[in-house]
């Protein structure tokens, strides 16, 4: 079992920035990757960003290429989002997962863990 936090959210204007936090706790070790994906109401899921073990390039979104950056400590066992150059359509609940599977990328359905989630709204 793997526990996620997020952290992080909150209000912002466009243009700005914020940068999101997901700690894990329990059987950590058993992550391949670790992703960040968001929801907005009435929207499908959307994978943003992942990094994954074993070699694999860091995924992201096309619409998020450029302005976010993923990253992890391994000794604080906390992986982050960097979000600059925020914009309206950014706006949605942010979910940090985990999963067991090499090379998931942004394939939601392949992620086990979940976070409750951490909400990001950016105004124009």
């Known amino acids: 079992q793997v526990q996620l936090v997020e952290s992080g959210g909150g209000s912002v204007q466009a243009g700005g920035s914020l940068r999101l936090s997901c700690v894990a706790s329990g059987d950590t070790y058993i992550s391949y990757c670790m992703g960040w994906f968001r929801q907005y109401l009435g929207k499908e899921r959307e994978g943003v960003a992942a990094?994954?073990?074993?070699?694999?390039?860091?995924s992201y979104a096309d619409s998020v290429k450029g302005r976010f950056t993923i990253s992890q400590d391994n000794a604080k066992n906390t992986l982050y989002l960097q979000m600059n150059s925020l914009k309206p359509e950014d706006t949605a609940m942010y979910y940090c997962?985990?999963?067991?599977?090499?090379?998931?990328?942004?394939?939601?359905?392949?992620?086990?863990?979940w976070g409750q989630g951490t909400q990001v709204t950016v105004s124009s």
């Open positions: 997962a985990a999963s067991q599977i090499a090379g998931a990328g942004l394939m939601g359905g392949w992620y086990k863990y």
């Open positions: 990094i994954c073990r074993g070699g694999y390039a860091d």
